[in-house]
């Protein structure tokens, strides 16, 4: 209205302004400016009015953010409490079926008590057993305990750790030792320094009448055909036999205490698939052990110590 109100005073100016007084026209031209005054006024409210409907409809986006988060939230905790239902049933159920079980084990028949009896009179038969059992492996560990300490010793002058190891495996103990240092290069021949090496060996073999040897030759896993050797598990036995060979002929053991065996390029202790994987495979271990015999006598109840 205002507005329109303006216009009309302004055409009327236009119009009339040859027809009017001076003093009229003065006075129309004082209420135009008051009228442009109060339409700038108007225009600075509705400025500021737009301003603050923006800033009402960024607060409602907002709250409608906050609604959302909150239902969302709302949903979860409701999930949660039916999982905790869920947990609260079953929880009930298990308990039920126990209570149900305790019930059943307390209506035990005498029958089941007898039971009861044997088989606790059964476990204290096998209880004595176990006792042997424990005692003879407490023999056999201080023995092969003993056997590897005189083997390092005895071995540790003179050849390089790389080459020969000492272990000891369960009821056994072996000696690996390296193929570079036992045999010439793709052979089964034994080099002189494998000599050294065996003769050492061969002096804590005789110190121990009681316990058999046997030599398990290994090789990597690349192929090999020469005469007199087919592939590697020929190679793996004519090694072993070349040390069994020397024990008996060159250092006088028994050869009722001596076994060979060949691995072939199997049991490798690394793969295959670099230089020293394959170093390591090629090996030859002489594990030292009890005879059959002598491992039954550690079973004998007879020789438990009391």
Known sequence: MKLSKTFFILFTLITFSSCISKTQFEQLQKERDMQNEEIGLLGEELSGQM???????????RLKGDIRTSDSALKSREDQIQDLKDQIADLRLTRNKT?????????????ANDN?????SQLEGKDKYIQVLQAAKTKADSINLALA?????????????KDIEV???????????????????????????????????????K?????????????DNLPINKPGIQDNWDLSVLRATSVVRALQTTYNIDPNRLIAAGRGQYNALASNDTLEGRSMNRRTRIIILPKIDQFYDLLNPDNVPK
């Not at 301003?51 to 607060?59: G, I, P, W």
């Not at 300490?149 to 750790?161: P, Y």
């Not at 056994?172 to 050492?200: C, H, W």
């Not at 110190?207 to 090789?219: I, K």
Request: aromatic share 4%; glycine share 6%; proline share 2%.
């Open 149 to 161: 300490v005189n083997l390092t010793s005895e071995l540790r002058q003179g050849i390089a750790d």
């Open 207 to 219: 110190a121990r009448p009681n316990l058999e040897v046997m030599v398990e030759g290994y090789t």
């Open 51 to 61: 301003k603050l409907l923006a800033a009402c409809n960024q607060e409602k986006e």
């Open 167 to 205: 272990k000891v495996d369960k009821t056994v103990v072996f000696i690996n030792l390296s193929d570079k240092m036992l045999y010439q290069s793709g052979s089964a021949n034994i080099t002189p320094r494998a000599t050294e090496v065996l003769g050492k060996i061969a002096t804590i073999i």
């Open 116 to 120: 009861i009896k044997q088989t606790l």
């Open 99 to 111: 209570v149900e079980q305790v019930g059943d084990l307390t209506v035990l028949s005498q029958s």
